[in-house]
């Protein structure tokens, strides 16, 4: 049978089964459409972001007395809307290669939607991307240089740990384009840049102070280099290959 997990759980211990998934339309782009008198066809104003999506479930919860039929359902909701204040893990096993970020989204009255039909709907408001479990594996390399390739058609956000100490440079040049540079001061054994969370740190310890560079590495579809100057012993990246 077909199930779902969400922040750490899986629908299936619950007896929770999916009877159809519907993920609503693809996410809207985020762009401001500018007319010019005089002009035929408006200007295209991207603000380079898609909007959320909601994913819903259409589920059914067998119990034998309506006693077990009351139990399961207070632990359902309480499963649920435990942390509805942040995104969390979201698979199933419709797409077993490919997991998403959501958040449980409006109200669920079970009780009334069995009654009526037997079986309830799930709600999620998702971030845009799906993102492939393949490109949560580490890419490592015992060097100052390492060659990635981005098997989708979008950007990914990267993860990249240096292992070395002094300043260091990093250069990220896909392949056929120019390079993009950064240069980092002081670091001290490691420093460790998210492009996701728009960060640059060592352990707890922010170190954007110490970064110089337009934006955060990104990586794009096809190969790209990345490589480092200076005292560096080793790099580590999480690529976090996404698609929609």
Same mark, same amino acid.
């Given at each position: 049978?077909?199930?779902?997990?969400?922040?750490?759980?899986?629908?299936?211990?619950?007896?929770?089964?999916?009877?159809?998934?519907?993920?609503?339309?693809?996410?809207?782009?985020?762009?401001?459409?500018?007319?010019?008198?005089?002009?035929?066809?408006?200007?295209?104003?991207?603000? !380079?972001?898609?909007?959320? =999506?909601?994913?819903?479930? %259409? *589920?059914? @919860?067998?119990?034998?007395?309506? /006693?077990?039929?009351?139990?399961?359902?207070?632990?359902?909701?309480?499963?649920?809307?435990?942390?509805?204040?942040?995104?969390?893990?979201?698979?199933?096993?419709?797409?077993?290669?490919?997991?998403?970020?959501?958040?449980?989204?409006?109200?669920?009255?079970?009780?009334?939607?069995?009654?009526?039909?037997?079986?309830?709907?799930?709600?999620?408001?998702?971030?845009?991307?799906?993102?492939?479990?393949?490109?949560?594996?580490?890419?490592?390399?015992?060097?100052?240089?390492?060659?990635?390739?981005?098997?989708?058609?979008?950007?990914? !956000?990267?993860?990249?740990? =240096?292992?070395?100490?002094? %300043? *260091?440079? @990093?250069?990220?040049?896909?392949? /056929?384009?120019?390079?993009?540079?950064?240069?980092?001061?002081?670091?001290?054994?490691?420093?460790?840049?998210?492009?996701?969370?728009?960060?640059?740190?060592?352990?707890?310890?922010?170190?954007?102070?110490?970064?110089?560079?337009?934006?955060?590495?990104?990586?794009?579809?096809?190969?790209?280099?990345?490589?480092?100057?200076?005292?560096?012993?080793?790099?580590?990246?999480?690529?976090?290959?996404?698609?929609?």
């Amino acid at each position: 049978m077909s199930y779902f997990t969400y922040n750490g759980r899986s629908s299936a211990e619950f007896g929770l089964h999916i009877e159809k998934k519907d993920v609503f339309s693809a996410p809207e782009y985020d762009a401001e459409f500018i007319s010019i008198p005089g002009r035929s066809g408006d200007i295209i104003n991207p603000n !380079r972001r898609f909007s959320n =999506i909601k994913v819903t479930y %259409t *589920v059914f @919860l067998a119990r034998k007395n309506i /006693g077990a039929l009351a139990a399961v359902l207070r632990d359902i909701k309480g499963w649920l809307y435990s942390e509805p204040d942040r995104y969390h893990e979201i698979t199933d096993s419709y797409d077993a290669e490919y997991f998403r970020y959501g958040v449980i989204s409006g109200s669920l009255d079970i009780e009334e939607q069995l009654n009526k039909v037997g079986s309830f709907t799930v709600t999620f408001n998702c971030k845009p991307y799906k993102y492939s479990f393949a490109g949560q594996e580490t890419v490592s390399a015992d060097a100052s240089e390492l060659t990635i390739t981005n098997p989708t058609a979008f950007e990914s !956000r990267p993860y990249i740990k =240096i292992y070395g100490g002094g %300043t *260091v440079r @990093l250069m990220i040049q896909p392949e /056929g384009e120019g390079t993009n540079l950064w240069t980092i001061s002081e670091v001290d054994e490691t420093i460790e840049i998210d492009s996701e969370l728009m960060n640059c740190f060592k352990d707890t310890t922010l170190k954007n102070d110490t970064v110089t560079g337009d934006g955060f590495p990104m990586l794009k579809p096809g190969t790209t280099t990345i490589a480092c100057a200076g005292n560096v012993q080793r790099i580590e990246v999480i690529p976090r290959w996404q698609c929609l």
